[in-house]
């Protein structure tokens, strides 16, 4: 079983389009992130979350929210898309947010907003 | 927000060489992680230190926490095609639990 898994792997969509990408982990980690990487392979968090705390970096727009049904489920939705959009997302777990835990990556959704 | 200043961006070289790449900050770091990313995957955590002046291995990949807290070293030695990738660092400040990643180091193995 795939330890971080996401979907769907590619998405290709409209400008304006709203749009969603799914995470699970099977790992029974408390903290789930959504990290963007740009063309230049730049890693950049967007959300870190756990069951006490959204941690939002303050230069995403608040077209990207996250929702999470469950500890084991983090969804990014998107509204409104927008060509700068187009990235690689990857969605990731660990046990701890506050101490010294080691990320584990999903295998990332490629979006590209046309 | 702060990077990390990962260097080279690139390496070239051939098959059984070693590699040696690097992360600084001007900021005092009490986690530095190395992660290994392949084409069409997401970062896999290749070695994690936790205090000045560690020193640790995995395989053929070896890593240093720099004792300024500083700074952080990858080498791998002797290497082969299955190596090629970007390799991340990312730190953590005493401040700031949130992981400050590096620009990552891109590694092409020549034929």
């Known amino acids: 079983d795939t330890a971080v898994s996401q979907t769907p792997k590619y998405l290709v969509t409209q400008m304006g389009n709203d749009k969603s990408i799914k995470c699970e982990q099977n790992l029974g980690h408390d903290t789930m992130y959504w990290y963007k990487q740009d063309s230049k392979k730049f890693l950049k968090i967007m959300f870190s979350?756990?069951?006490?705390?959204?941690?939002i970096n303050e230069t995403v727009p608040n077209r990207f929210s996250p929702k999470s049904p469950d500890k084991a489920h983090l969804n990014l939705h998107i509204n409104s898309l927008e060509l700068g959009d187009s990235a690689v997302y990857f969605c990731?777990?660990?046990?701890?947010?506050?101490?010294?835990?080691?990320?584990?990556f999903g295998s990332g959704t490629q979006l590209s907003v046309l | 927000g702060q990077q990390l200043n990962q260097s080279p961006q690139s390496m070239f070289i051939q098959e059984g060489e070693d590699v040696s790449m690097n992360c600084t900050s001007s900021s005092i770091f009490n986690t530095w992680l190395w992660y290994k990313q392949e084409p069409g995957e997401g970062p896999v955590l290749l070695i994690a230190?936790?205090?000045a002046g560690e020193l640790t291995s995995n395989g053929r990949l070896t890593a240093q926490f720099g004792i300024t807290r500083k700074d952080s070293f990858l080498n791998i030695s002797a290497s082969i095609p299955s190596d090629v990738g970007i390799y991340f660092c990312a730190g953590r400040m005493d401040s700031n639990y949130q992981l400050i990643w590096g620009a990552g180091t891109k590694l092409i193995i020549k034929p």
């Open positions: 979350y756990n069951n006490k705390e959204l941690i």
């Open positions: 230190l936790y205090k």
């Open positions: 990731a777990s660990s046990q701890d947010g506050t101490g010294d835990e080691k990320l584990f």
